[in-house]
């Protein structure tokens, strides 16, 4: 996909106005931006990425078992982990400190 964007943006990949004047043309013209500054795709309740692609602040990095170790980090929304026991406990150590709750923390110790 990089390859792609690089082509139809003749190398200005990483240049706003050129991803939104090539896109339409060449790509597809339902596409519209995210207006996320930091995007994560997030998994669902079963560990599969969902459509659902997320702002980094407003998610926390699960570390499921079977994750491969060259598969890029996983991420759930917190909400979802606070909402979710079994997914609350697959949050990294770093991250669970954010599973709180009116003050009151929900992560598995």
């Given at each position: 996909m990089?390859?792609?964007?690089?082509?139809?943006?003749?190398g200005?990949?990483?240049?706003a106005?050129?991803?939104?004047?090539?896109?339409?043309d060449?790509l597809?013209a339902?596409?519209?931006?995210?207006r996320?500054?930091?995007?994560?795709v997030?998994l669902?309740?079963?560990?599969v990425p969902?459509?659902?692609?997320?702002e980094?602040a407003k998610?926390?990095?699960?570390?499921?078992?079977?994750?491969?170790?060259?598969?890029?980090?996983?991420?759930?929304?917190v909400e979802?982990a606070?909402?979710?026991?079994?997914?609350?406990?697959?949050?990294?150590?770093?991250?669970?400190?954010?599973?709180?709750?009116?003050?009151?923390?929900?992560a598995?110790q």
């Open positions: 990089d390859s792609l964007i690089w082509t139809i943006t003749r200005g990949a990483f240049d106005d050129a991803l939104r004047k090539a896109v339409p060449k597809s339902a596409l519209t931006p995210l996320v500054s930091e995007p994560v997030t669902d309740e079963y560990l969902s459509d659902t692609i997320d980094l998610c926390v990095e699960v570390q499921p078992d079977d994750w491969p170790p060259y598969a890029e980090r996983a991420w759930v929304r979802d606070i909402a979710d026991p079994l997914m609350a406990g697959l949050v990294v150590s770093e991250d669970k400190s954010r599973l709180t709750t009116a003050g009151k923390s929900v598995p």
